[in-house]
């Protein structure tokens, strides 16, 4: 009996039972490192397709391995259905806040208050902090770390905004042309131009802090990061080419790479967001096959974190902010996964009146059913661009303090366990616009 209670006790100090299992941390355990995947426009039914893609594929998702599991609810302040922005205000700040405002949320005199973003803590208490994305880094995804505006679409305010108000140590992304003015020409094309009337150069004021500027994929690679620098990368004019075209940008691997790597070197515990971005371009387009292929990437991209990252010490979670009108429909039948795919480009059965109808439908988006565009599923509703939708998203968590994420959380919630996991505490109240009028 003491020779087990020696190797009971020796198995704890080192964090490894006997039997080569980890021990259940205490409560007051910490998670050291935050890495957040996030999948724009991910829904359930979208990581439904992507994964059948995958079994017709002979292979899983690297998601499904993840042990702790939850849903998350999507709506904003004033809508059933929710946008990037409120949703991202949600997630990283903790506050409810109305379709298209991005880091602010109302106070009872009809004012608005900047609640600081997850990253903005993070940096307030030592951490180093990055984003990572295949869109504009000014998108509102990525901006609701460090931007604070009552509109999505004010993109060059927010990349001011970066440049005076909070900088994450690692930037990468598209959006170059938002930070350049528009004397400056863009390495691509002599006659595409920065966007910026105003003359500054923010890419340039942010070399002059300490940031090393990459502006394409090869940079990119060859960039030193011992001693970690801090890294600006902005890789296109606009946002980053979608993967199924992708030829000149750095794919999402390779950014979380680079992102991983300069954080982990600086020594300091991190907070990092990689956003899957494109995920809800495809969507909004109602194209299955592109959809498909982002969130396929985004899914090789966690794998590669998942390998990169010590899950003792660090926290991985993936999510989403909202969902799309996808659906899988009717009774196609297959005899293996080899099939799948096949399937799932083909009838599902056939409708009231005898005519064949598709497997992946929209409920709203390009063309309907009948003008649709090449490569688009068909759509109940007609729409330019498809709708999101309102239902919950999933969450999964891995590593570190991952045993706070299950059940049902309102999206307000995980920024909450966010703080929890990390044991920081929340708001920076000394912050002028943190709170609101007549707060004590």
Not at 28 to 53: I, M, Q
Not at 84 to 90: C, D, M, V
Not at 239 to 254: I, N
Request: glycine share 10%; proline share 8%.
């Amino acid at each position: 009996m003491r020779t087990l209670l020696f190797h009971l006790l020796l198995a704890g100090l080192s964090g490894v039972a006997a039997c080569g299992f980890p021990l259940v941390r205490g409560p007051d355990a910490r998670a050291r490192n935050l890495v957040v995947f996030l999948g724009d426009g991910l829904g359930v039914s979208a990581y439904t397709l992507a994964r059948l893609e995958a079994l017709g594929e002979g292979r899983g998702l690297v998601v499904d391995t993840f042990p702790h599991t939850a849903l998350v609810s999507t709506r904003s302040r004033n809508g059933v259905v929710t946008d990037s922005a409120a949703a991202a205000t949600a997630l990283f700040a903790g506050e409810a806040t109305d379709n298209e405002r991005l880091g602010m949320s109302p106070c009872p005199d009809g004012s608005f208050r900047s609640p600081p973003s997850i990253a903005e803590i993070a940096a307030r208490h030592g951490m180093a902090t990055g984003v990572v994305t295949n869109t504009r880094v000014t998108h509102a995804t990525p901006a609701a770390l460090y931007a604070h505006v009552p509109h999505r679409d004010r993109e060059l305010d927010i990349a001011a905004q970066l440049a005076d108000h909070f900088a994450p140590d690692v930037v990468l992304g598209g959006g170059r042309a938002l930070f350049l003015p528009s004397t400056t020409a863009a390495p691509e094309d002599p006659e595409l131009r920065g966007a910026r009337e105003d003359g500054r150069d923010l890419a340039a004021e942010l070399v002059r802090r300490g940031y090393r500027f990459v502006r394409d994929r090869d940079e990119l690679r060859e960039l030193e990061v011992s001693p970690p620098p801090k890294i600006l990368g902005l890789f296109a004019p606009s946002h980053l080419e979608p993967e199924l075209t992708r030829k000149r940008s750095p794919s999402l691997v390779e950014m979380a790479e680079v992102a991983l790597e300069a954080l982990e070197r600086s020594g300091k515990p991190y907070f990092l967001l990689v956003e899957g971005g494109q995920i809800d371009f495809a969507l909004h387009a109602n194209h299955p096959e592109a959809a498909v292929a982002e969130i396929l990437a985004f899914d090789r991209a966690v794998g590669r974190a998942l390998e990169l990252v010590d899950l003792e010490d660090t926290l991985v979670v993936v999510t989403a902010d909202h969902s799309h009108g996808l659906a899988i429909n009717g009774y196609p039948l297959v005899a293996s996964d080899s099939e799948l795919r096949q399937a799932l480009s083909g009838s599902a059965g056939v409708d009231a009146f005898g005519k064949p109808y598709p497997v992946v439908t929209f409920s709203t988006g390009p063309g309907g059913f009948e003008s649709r565009p090449p490569g688009t599923a068909p759509a109940f509703v007609p729409l330019e661009w498809g709708a999101h939708s309102g239902e919950d998203v999933f969450l999964a968590a891995r590593g570190a303090r991952s045993e706070l994420f299950g059940g049902f959380l309102p999206n307000r919630a995980v920024f909450s366990l966010f703080l929890e996991a990390l044991g920081l505490p929340s708001g920076l109240p000394e912050h002028e616009g943190t709170t609101c009028p007549g707060s004590p």
